[in-house]
């Protein structure tokens, strides 16, 4: 498993991000979807191939977190292979083209987010099995390569549930198994992971966080 970096967050998930499936990261803006992935990746020492679609990885926030940890940052830019797809078919042409390009020298896969693209497309409903297929060539490279891949997604207010829910919620739970809800709250730079459901773990459980320069913190620390 790969650590986060937050011990309280690694017992929630238990133990930390696990290899073999897809873990996804949802949440409205600015809750740490992007600084936990990132953390992630910088923590877990293989190279990490980054499917950036909304131009959210930001090379200086990687050296300062880097930095802050007392890691080379250098070398940790070396380890993040970045693709930056400028629509969906990029985004597809993308994630196809890491079945032949991540290897056993990388330790993490991550597509942040893999609805942003999809979203704004008029007929989403005739490319939700092309977002299927997407995941299914994740998973496989998740399995075959048995490493971690983080799936970030976004939200949208459901009028019906009158809540928050994940973009193409069906789609996406059917094939992550291990899920994770992130939420701002009304103390300032202090956030809340919600477990909403995984492999074995129970669901509801919640930890606290900060966003800090090294990146993300438990809130006690």
Known sequence: MLSTGVKSLD???GGGIAPGVLTQIYGSYATGKTTLAVQIGLLSGGKVAYIDTESGFSPERLSQMAT?????PGEA??????FTPSDFKEQRRSIGSLKKIVDG??????????????RVEENRRGLSAELGKQLQVLLWIAR???????????????SRAERMKPVAEHTLNYRTKDILRLDRLNVPGLRVAVLERHRFRPEGGMVHFRITEKGIEDAGD
Do not use: M
């Open 11 to 13: 017992e929630l998930l």
């Open 68 to 72: 802050a940890r007392g890691l080379d």
């Open 77 to 82: 830019l070396q380890r993040f292979i970045l």
């Open 105 to 118: 020298t990388f330790s993490l896969v991550v597509v942040d987010s893999l609805t942003a693209h999809y």
């Open 144 to 158: 075959k390569r048995d490493i971690p891949v983080i799936i970030i997604n976004q939200v949208h207010f459901d």
